[in-house]
Each structure stands twice: as structure tokens, then as C-alpha cells.
């Protein structure tokens, strides 16, 4: 396993960084997250035709670049730096990544090229109620309709659902087996509904369906594809948090440096002293193990699951910890609205219990490493 990036993978990383740092400054996330859809449709079409960001990780017969997964995971990295408004989570790390994993090729061939130009955005739709992630969790079924499925139930916490041209929907087939199925989101029977976020970042949506004609993907082991899919999507999670958490720190550093009080920095006393190592080992171990991880699912490792559940645990730990040191490092002004501090924290908060909080991917990590025991 490779511990460092390549010289193509650092030059990524500096181009999008950059188009990043131009295209969404705070202002214009701002902007876009008090809109309805939550994000600029411009700028998401420049992001998929000139940067092929949707395209990263789809295969390559199926119109996509064919990287691996640590290049997916830099792209969430800086997208999280910058807080990108943007159905790229949603569409390309969740459901992109279930029909990449679930379907049949002739199946990945039909629908992964819309993913990959950015034509079709897509949604997840697997949460019920207050359950959780966990495969465990979801009970919906799905009806057998001669040699079609229908679905009936709903599904909450959905990302980018009120946006999606196209749904992937869990739930369990006739026989009691876990399934992914295709549902075209704008069937009379499909009705969505905005869910309030304490994070106005990133759109949830609740999404009802009332005999919906479903397609089964292929899958030969359904149960196994949902969990690499969120595999996949917890190192992306992690990675997107640590480049919100090293956002952060940065930001704070900046303003202790230039606050003065006493005739001095206050980056010059003590107390700001321990925040800022407290941030910085904090950001560093967390990104550690997202990088890790990432890594792990590339090379196959057989402890990939466990090392993604423990890199998204550290993640929500270093990230709200950092949110709080970095609103407490700016004083009384970092609990202002005006202040950006809080657009950081609102993310770190919600990302916290996003595919699952810390306890339960550590629970995750422990049912995977001792089933390799």
C-alpha cells in the first residue's frame, strides 16, 4: 500500500483547489444554500465537462475516467475545504457508486454515462424513518409485478433527492434479500418533500413511492454491493471532513494571528497555544486515516471495512472538536451569523451522524474485524 500521493494526484489536488478557491468562496455558498436546489447549475456543468469530476471513478467502458477511489477521495477533500454546494456527494459518491457496484455491466453501461457527464443526477434513497444506514435497518419491500418490481414506502435524510432525475432505492426483494433498484424520480408515483437540515450545505429530502415500477440491479450478492457502496462512501465522507477540519484550523490560525489584544497576538498565548496543537494533532491523525483508507479499497485490503468505519469515526470526532476550538479561538464573534465559522461547524455537525456517527461505524469496525478474526 502506498502511503503517498503521486506527483498526477498533487497536481489535481492544486487545480482543484484553486478552481475552488474562484468558483465557490463563501459568498456564493451563501448564495447557494439559501436557494431551493442548492446549488449552480453553471458551475456544476462546468465541473463535470471541464474538470470530468463526475466521472472519476466510473468505469472507463462506461464514459468515466476509470480512477480509483484515494482520486475520488481528494476530490471530496477539497470540495469539503471549500463547502461546495453541489449534488456531487449525493449523485456520484452514493448513487453512482451503488449502480457501479450493483449492476449488471449492461446495466453500468446504460446508466453510468449520464452519471459520468453530469447529465443525471442522482440520489441514494436508503435510510427509513430514524433508522440508521445499517442493512439491518431497512425493512421497505418491494412487490414482484410479473417480470417487474414495484415499490411502496418512504425513505428519509435522502441527499440531493428533491434535485435527482434518477433514484437508487434499498430495499428488500419477495424472498427477504437485500436489493438495489432504479427508479426514475419523476414517475407520477414518486412524491419528495424538502427535510430541514441543521446543515443548509447539503439538501435532504424525504421521497415516497406508492406501487413505483422498479428495475432490480443484477447484483448476484445485493447485501455485499450496499456494503461496499457505503464503504466507498464513508472513506469520501471522511476525506470530505478533513478538508472542512483543515479549512478550519487554518482560518483560526489566521485570526489569532492578526487579533490583538494587549499589545500582542493572541496566537502569542498559551491557551491559544494548546487549541492550535490540539487542532492541528487532531486534523492530522483524522487525515491519516482517511487517506488510509481510501487506499485500503483501492488495494483490496481485507480490512478495508473496518479501517473506513474507524477513518469516518476519527473523522467526526477531529471535525466537531476543530469546529469548537475555531469558533472559541475567534471569541465572541465566531458565534455570529456574519462570521463564516458557523457554515463549517453546521457541516461538522451534520456530517458528525451522516452514514452513521462515530460509536456506530466503531461498532462497524468491530463486527468487520472480528468476522476476519
Same mark, same amino acid.
Given at each position: 500500500?502506498?502511503?503517498?500521493?503521486?506527483?498526477?494526484?498533487?497536481?489535481?489536488?492544486?487545480?482543484?483547489?484553486?478552481?475552488?478557491?474562484?468558483?465557490?468562496?463563501?459568498?456564493?455558498?451563501?448564495?447557494?444554500?439559501?436557494?431551493?436546489?442548492?446549488?449552480?447549475?453553471?458551475?456544476?456543468?462546468?465541473?463535470?465537462?471541464?474538470?470530468?469530476?463526475?466521472?472519476?471513478?466510473?468505469?472507463?467502458?462506461?464514459?468515466?475516467?476509470?480512477?480509483?477511489?484515494?482520486?475520488?477521495?481528494?476530490?471530496?477533500?477539497?470540495?469539503?475545504?471549500?463547502?461546495?454546494?453541489?449534488?456531487?456527494?449525493?449523485?456520484?459518491?452514493?448513487?453512482?457508486?451503488?449502480?457501479?457496484?450493483?449492476?449488471?455491466?449492461?446495466?453500468?453501461?446504460?446508466?453510468?454515462?449520464?452519471?459520468?457527464?453530469?447529465?443525471?443526477?442522482?440520489?441514494?434513497?436508503?435510510?427509513?424513518?430514524?433508522?440508521?444506514?445499517?442493512?439491518?435497518?431497512?425493512?421497505?419491500?418491494?412487490?414482484?409485478?410479473?417480470?417487474?418490481?414495484?415499490?411502496?414506502?418512504?425513505?428519509?435524510?435522502?441527499? %440531493?433527492?428533491?434535485?435527482?432525475?434518477?433514484?437508487? &432505492? /434499498? *430495499?428488500?426483494?419477495?424472498? !427477504? @434479500?437485500?436489493?438495489?433498484? =432504479?427508479?426514475?424520480?419523476?414517475?407520477?408515483?414518486?412524491?419528495?418533500?424538502?427535510?430541514?437540515?441543521?446543515?443548509?450545505?447539503?439538501?435532504?429530502?424525504?421521497?415516497?413511492?406508492?406501487?413505483?415500477?422498479?428495475?432490480?440491479?443484477?447484483?448476484?450478492?445485493?447485501?455485499?454491493?450496499?456494503?461496499?457502496?457505503?464503504?466507498?462512501?464513508?472513506?469520501?465522507?471522511?476525506?470530505?471532513?478533513?478538508?472542512?477540519?483543515?479549512?478550519?484550523?487554518?482560518?483560526?490560525?489566521?485570526?489569532?494571528?492578526?487579533?490583538?489584544?494587549?499589545?500582542?497576538?493572541?496566537?502569542?498565548?498559551?491557551?491559544?497555544?494548546?487549541?492550535?496543537?490540539?487542532?492541528?494533532?487532531?486534523?492530522?491523525?483524522?487525515?491519516?486515516?482517511?487517506?488510509?483508507?481510501?487506499?485500503?479499497? %483501492?488495494?483490496?485490503?481485507?480490512?478495508?471495512?473496518? &479501517? /473506513? *468505519?474507524?477513518?469516518?469515526? !476519527? @473523522?467526526?470526532?477531529?471535525? =466537531?472538536?476543530?469546529?469548537?476550538?475555531?469558533?472559541?479561538?475567534?471569541?465572541?464573534?465566531?458565534?455570529?451569523?456574519?462570521?463564516?465559522?458557523?457554515?463549517?461547524?453546521?457541516?461538522?455537525?451534520?456530517?458528525?451522524?451522516?452514514?452513521?456517527?462515530?460509536?456506530?461505524?466503531?461498532?462497524?469496525?468491530?463486527?468487520?474485524?472480528?468476522?476476519?478474526?
Amino acid at each position: 500500500m502506498k502511503f503517498s500521493f503521486s506527483e498526477e494526484q498533487d497536481e489535481f489536488r492544486t487545480a482543484l483547489r484553486r478552481f475552488l478557491q474562484a468558483k465557490s468562496p463563501t459568498t456564493e455558498v451563501r448564495k447557494q444554500m439559501q436557494t431551493d436546489q442548492g446549488y449552480d447549475p453553471g458551475l456544476w456543468q462546468q465541473m463535470c465537462e471541464e474538470l470530468a469530476l463526475a466521472s472519476l471513478h466510473i468505469p472507463e467502458e462506461c464514459g468515466g475516467a476509470g480512477f480509483g477511489i484515494a482520486d475520488l477521495a481528494i476530490a471530496c477533500e477539497e470540495m469539503g475545504r471549500a463547502l461546495l454546494c453541489s449534488p456531487y456527494f449525493g449523485s456520484v459518491v452514493l448513487a453512482a457508486t451503488a449502480i457501479r457496484e450493483a449492476g449488471s455491466d449492461d446495466q453500468k453501461r446504460h446508466f453510468l454515462p449520464g452519471f459520468a457527464s453530469g447529465e443525471t443526477i442522482g440520489a441514494l434513497c436508503a435510510v427509513e424513518g430514524r433508522g440508521g444506514w445499517a442493512a439491518d435497518s431497512i425493512s421497505m419491500s418491494a412487490e414482484k409485478s410479473g417480470d417487474a418490481y414495484q415499490l411502496t414506502g418512504t425513505k428519509s435524510h435522502v441527499v %440531493d433527492g428533491m434535485i435527482a432525475s434518477l433514484l437508487v &432505492v /434499498v *430495499a428488500r426483494k419477495p424472498d !427477504g @434479500a437485500l436489493g438495489m433498484f =432504479i427508479v426514475d424520480a419523476s414517475d407520477n408515483t414518486v412524491s419528495r418533500k424538502s427535510q430541514n437540515s441543521m446543515d443548509p450545505t447539503r439538501k435532504l429530502s424525504t421521497v415516497s413511492f406508492a406501487k413505483t415500477p422498479a428495475v432490480l440491479l443484477a447484483a448476484d450478492n445485493s447485501n455485499e454491493a450496499y456494503e461496499r457502496t457505503l464503504d466507498i462512501a464513508l472513506a469520501c465522507l471522511a476525506s470530505e471532513m478533513v478538508g472542512g477540519a483543515e479549512r478550519l484550523r487554518e482560518d483560526a490560525l489566521e485570526y489569532v494571528s492578526m487579533r490583538m489584544q494587549f499589545g500582542r497576538s493572541i496566537a502569542s498565548f498559551q491557551v491559544t497555544k494548546h487549541k492550535a496543537a490540539d487542532m492541528l494533532l487532531d486534523v492530522e491523525l483524522a487525515k491519516s486515516a482517511a487517506y488510509y483508507a481510501a487506499a485500503a479499497i %483501492d488495494d483490496g485490503d481485507t480490512d478495508a471495512r473496518g &479501517v /473506513v *468505519a474507524l477513518a469516518k469515526a !476519527g @473523522a467526526s470526532d477531529a471535525y =466537531i472538536q476543530t469546529a469548537v476550538h475555531a469558533v472559541q479561538m475567534h471569541g465572541g464573534i465566531g458565534f455570529t451569523y456574519d462570521n463564516d465559522t458557523h457554515l463549517w461547524f453546521k457541516r461538522a455537525k451534520a456530517s458528525e451522524v451522516f452514514l452513521g456517527d462515530a460509536n456506530q461505524n466503531r461498532e462497524r469496525m468491530l463486527q468487520n474485524w472480528g468476522d476476519n478474526s
